[in-house]
């Protein structure tokens, strides 16, 4: 790997916030403060820490965020209803769901019930379905993280052999279409896949969203290939890890992103310039 | 190729509509009579072709058809007041909007317009995030009719290679979509692909859908692997031809399927099948 192989997040972010903190303090002197809404259900780990990550990067970029907290038994009613006043609420203007969520709530319901125009990380079918068509929305945020990454790193993906290990509706299913827009050619692997490696190797760019613990080493990877860990895992001893065995492949691949310090530290930048894009198309 | 290579349509088409009519009898017992409303703007020439083996099939199957023709040059108001009138008519129980519209209309309005109840050929948003979402949806007739004929020659997908050439929202996407539920692992192609022979040669299974009269010749295809041409071309002579050059790789295929006479003979048994599915759905 050279020097300069290493696609870190935070210059992403950083050049993304600074965009975004100009943008606020245009709204701000029209009296205009965008505000993004987070509902929580219950205190599950993973959405306290994102929950925290987005409130810092939130108010880096000048952006109010109110937090609503149900209860982890909370009803399906209680959760609609919650919904239905933020929809309402013009001081809101982007709102984001915590997912999964319980199997208490029914996720269809609810998805069809947040209002497509604030739904800032395509959890409406409305915005799903205008992924796939290619028409504007807004992805959800760590697909659309993968695609900054790439882009600000000048890594091109026209033509290019994308392989995609994942083919979940949050990463996988979305990140093959944003690719596709960009015209890549990709491949989706997943846990079914026969002899995975033999795929994988061939890839110009690679990107692992399967949630396994270094799971990809040196039998996956195309020498100078970029490698996009978009894993997020622990060890025993509550150390984080990608998807990737960096170790093993580091003097192979030509680029690749650090866990942590890569994808998911652009992922909240996203948030917030949707926040920001639909406040100023709600304004306008 | 084995002299059962050939993957015929027909047989399949029949099965289906053996099935079917015995579904249609049932429910006429209950004094229900299945109806598809089919809406065309002007009088191009693919949408009367489709019009005439659409109805021909439904009238195999016992379903009544009923045919709004609007004039090539109508409004927006007009098309979109038929098809409420239609989403309204408790008589019609499925509605197919022949595509692509004229220019002069919003196809995009006119998706949001259409009751996803109703939609039996995946046109709605709502449908086409059922389609991403994994979850029970009327997928567009013709991916759906490549599965149909997979399935119905033993073609396993579990964990196999699959090929696709064309990106189309009617039939590349949703396709990999359908697969990718399957457990295949699939690769998308298209036009801005690199070395496009290179990727194809390597399927289990490819599929055609680029509209290239004769594109995939010997160059395109690995020995004894499953060929399904979608295209649907014609010469200068007005000769019907898919995408593959069948002659030229005929020997070396496994399984293909042949143009006319392939996947086109199934896709409006999948539309009747819908359709059927629906009046079901809605007398239950």
Chains 1, 2 share one sequence.
Do not use: W
Request: proline fraction near 4%; aromatic fraction near 4%.
């Amino acid at each position: 790997m050279e020097n300069n192989g290493l696609l870190k997040g935070k210059p992403v972010a950083d050049s993304l916030t600074e965009e975004l903190i100009k943008k606020t303090q245009e709204l701000n002197k029209r009296n205009i403060f965008p505000k993004l809404a987070m509902v929580r259900v219950g205190n599950r780990e993973d959405d306290l820490s994102y929950q925290k990550a987005a409130s810092n990067r939130c108010s880096k970029c000048g952006i109010l965020t109110e937090i609503v907290e149900l209860d982890e038994n909370c009803s399906q009613d209680e959760y609609i209803n919650t919904l239905k006043n933020l929809n309402d609420d013009i001081s809101v203007n982007g709102i984001l769901c915590f997912r999964p969520l319980p199997k208490s709530l029914d996720e269809k319901k609810i998805a069809e019930t947040i209002s497509p125009e604030k739904d800032v990380d395509c959890f409406s079918p409305e915005n799903i379905a205008r992924l796939v068509m290619g028409e504007k929305c807004f992805p959800p945020c760590t697909p659309e993280g993968v695609m900054e990454i790439l882009n600000y790193y000048d890594v091109d993906v026209q033509g290019k052999k994308v392989v995609i290990l994942g083919r979940s509706l949050l990463v996988g299913k979305p990140l093959s279409m944003l690719l596709l827009n960009k015209n890549a050619t990709v491949t989706i692997c997943h846990s079914k896949t026969e002899a995975i490696e033999n795929i994988s190797k061939g890839a110009d760019i690679l990107v692992s969203c399967m949630g396994k613990l270094k799971m990809v080493d040196k039998k996956y990877i195309g020498e100078g290939s970029t490698v996009i860990d978009v894993g997020i895992n622990f060890d025993n001893d509550g150390n984080m890890f990608g998807d990737v065995n960096f170790e093993d492949i580091r003097d192979i691949v030509g680029k690749i992103t650090p866990v942590p310090g890569g994808v998911g530290s652009v992922t909240t930048s996203i948030l917030a310039k949707h926040v920001l894009e639909t406040c100023i198309k709600q304004n306008s």
